[in-house]
């Protein structure tokens, strides 16, 4: 009877679409409507009969004097008076039984609905062996709550201890249960949100602020809304990365951004959008300055082509994945907005944008503050060449994928390192001590310095660049991946490759007291008595938000508390594969990502 309940609560809670896929590949004879009726909504009509049936037949054994041995105190069955005979025979129609229902989909539901770890697999048998033993429907009982006679049904629901409940009780049961399953249901949510936030370095506590809770409303009736009104650019900013991050950016949504006085667009995920709604945005937006388009994947010439006959005042460009564009229209893009352009940032480009182009927007760019080439298949020595004249420059960031000679590089830096404010440099596999001493030569005005994934640069050549560097302190400092691939080879007599104990050292006594975010994951040389001497007693970094020290295995709990008390103003501490990091406490505001205990939670709800 309880297989039956469970059913027609399973068949409420599933949809319409469920119950049909789950109908439709039997073949079927002419039925009832009752019998379609209850097929319909996932209950068996074979199953009741069959459930009535045995309850019958149980009751029919009980009243001829079969009855079920009761429970003695120990758990043991013994009904005295039995011949030995009978008693063995019973016990194997028992064992039976009880095999039977343990093999059963109700028993393995309730022992999974169990967490009391004293639940043992026979207990539950046993239990659902006395339950059949129960009234058959249409017998007489009283109800477990309310006392009250009632006719048992199939749907009739048990109680607590065991008994049967009346119509009305076991509807109330059952709302209960709906209404814990809903709650339970409300905190896996928010403990899954609160993993996801954490994962993005947020560890706020209580609820979120009113204008965040209004934006996600907005974002949740995105179908139902008709304008945004006059919604200041920076919640139009957040509202768009929200649709974008739930795929929900498309030519509808995206009329709600298009408003002519602004002069600013964008659009975090354009990958539904075509051609038309392209033109529409310059269409509808005069006095665009600044267009930040990603995942532009259908902006094509005809596109740069309305764009360009606009003129437009556009200052800041973005463009992501605009891989049907050709060469010649990257260069009469430079040639007409080039002057113009402060900031141009260009990603994920694998079919133009080749060394010739990069050269006519250095000639073309004059103005360029900040410039940022992120994989783009095509740029090479010829580009890194022509880099080297724009003189302008404040901010350089370049993530190449071809290989370039060493020389390339050292040019770019010894030419315009001394007006740069941030230099970031990923694939640059070749690049060796010598780049370290060319900024520390060419560049005084860093504020952020990135050098990741390179195995060349020795920790020597880190000491270097760090003693006596007239550049002011450093804010960001990500030297992520800078180590040697091979573990064992410490002792090699040019020294220790990669950011290790020397540099590190070096590097926290020159920008200690400014550093806000420093990435030193994977640097798995730098010693456990550079980190205590770093994060000892006494020293503070009252500036530093942002750590990431994953992989590396010296660190411990001692070591985090060491970090924890030695930085006041951090917020996330990023510590995965480091295997030694296990229970330490964290301070309430601090997001620890990644720490041994929080992986196991965020794979365990994953999971469930
Ligand atoms: C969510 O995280 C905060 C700390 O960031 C914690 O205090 C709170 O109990 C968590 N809530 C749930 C449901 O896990
Ligand atoms: C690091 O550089 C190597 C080659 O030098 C490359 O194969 C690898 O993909 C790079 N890793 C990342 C994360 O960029
Ligand atoms: C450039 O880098 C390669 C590989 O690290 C090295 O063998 C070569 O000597 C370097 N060349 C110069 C001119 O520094
Ligand atoms: C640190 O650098 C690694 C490798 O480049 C990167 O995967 C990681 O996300 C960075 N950590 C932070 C906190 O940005």
Redesign the pocket.
Known sequence: MCMISVDVVLSINMSPRENRRQTRNQIRGPHSALTDFLAANNISAAQIRDDHQRRLRDAERQTTGEVLPSQSEDGSRESPGDSSEQSKKRRRNEATTLAKIKQSKEFARRKARRTDPKNDDDLIAREMMCERSRPVPGQLDNCEICSKRFTVTPYSKTGYNGGLLCTRCSKSMKDDAKMAQAKKQGARISRRQNQSNLLDGVAQQGALSLVEMCIKKVADNINDIEEFGDLPSQLLRRLSQILSKRRALDPRTLNLFLRPELDTIDIYDSAKLETHDFQKIFTSMPALVNVNLRFAGQIKDSVFEYMLGRELKIKRLQLDATNLVSDSYWRRLFKILGPQLEILKLSNLDFSLNDETVKVMCGCCTTLRRLKLNQCWKIGDDSLQALSSLNSLEHLSLDLTRET???SILEVVSSIGPRLRTLSLEGFP?A?D?LLQVIHHSCDSLRKLRLSNNS?CTDKGFRRLFTGWSNPSLEFVDFSSMRDLDNSDLDSPEGVIGLASEGFVSLMEHSGTTIRKLNISSCRHISRDAFEHVFSGGKIYPNLRELDISFHTVMDDYLIGKILQCCPAIKKLVAFACFNVRDVRIPAGVALIGGLKAQGTIVFEGTS
């Open positions: 000679k060493n020389e070749n060796d010598e060349v």
